[in-house]
């Protein structure tokens, strides 16, 4: 793994602002990537246009043929097909907004991460900014984790976090957190992509996590707080 890229799919539901800093990091080869499709959905999303202009493979599976919009199941039954053609080693979800089941995920031909916008195990689920804003948090941020069948409670693998200002709205919060899951995303990827989470095999392994001991233990947390 270690020479080669890593190939990956990118699950995504909305504006795929994080698939076009990945999508921008394979152009300048700044991460040792290759997007080998990205699924959306929802047809709307602006996603999908990003990665036509980029010219990745895209998948929309948001309407079932007569129409309606497909239950989660048909979603997962049709992506799964996508995956096992395109072959990723990694999946990864940027905003992508449905909870996906045990079932498809344990199916899923590569594992499977999230960009999620808290600081796991803070705040899974929805509105995150703004419950940490009515909570009182000093601190926000966002994680990078492995998906299991819980929904946001997989391994953390990475986090960044800022402090909260007295004057930030959930809105605010939300654009300063983007800005760190620009950063955090592919600073993760780049740990997978480099072998990090290889096995003995050298094949990329989620459910262990293995990392040299003289690391510290995961979460790995950056900071961008004055
Ligand atoms: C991000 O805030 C991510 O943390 C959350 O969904 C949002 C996606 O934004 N899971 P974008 O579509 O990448 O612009």
């Not at 096992?84 to 995920?105: E, N, T, Y």
């Not at 344990?106 to 808290?118: D, E, G, K, R, V």
């Not at 976090?161 to 939300?174: G, P, V």
């Amino acid at each position: 793994m270690n020479e080669q890229k890593l190939k990956i799919a990118v699950l995504v539901s909305g504006n795929g602002s994080n698939l076009q800093v990945l999508i921008d990091a394979q152009k300048t080869a700044e991460l040792p990537i290759e997007i080998v499709g990205v699924i959306s959905n929802r047809e709307d999303a602006y996603a999908i246009e990003r990665a036509n202009q980029a010219g990745i493979n895209v998948a929309v599976l948001s309407h079932t043929p007569s129409g309606k919009r497909m239950k989660i199941s048909t979603f997962e039954q049709h992506a799964l097909e996508q995956l096992k053609q395109w072959q990723p080693d990694l999946i990864v979800l940027a905003g992508f907004m449905r909870v996906l089941s045990g079932d498809f995920i344990n199916a899923c031909p590569a594992p499977m991460i999230n960009l999620h916008p808290s600081l796991l195990p803070k705040f899974k689920g929805l509105d995150t900014h703004a419950r940490a804003i009515e909570t009182g948090e000093t601190y926000h941020g966002c994680s990078v984790h492995v998906v299991t069948a819980e929904l946001d409670a997989g391994a953390v693998i990475a986090q960044a976090l800022l402090k909260i200002n007295a004057s930030d709205t959930a809105e605010t919060l939300q654009n300063r957190v983007h800005e760190l899951e620009y950063k955090i995303l592919p600073w993760s990827i780049n740990l997978i992509a480099k072998g990090m989470f290889a096995n003995g095999d050298k094949k990329l392994d989620l459910n262990n996590l293995p990392h040299p001991t003289c690391l510290p233990a995961l979460p790995w947390k950056l900071a961008f707080v004055e």
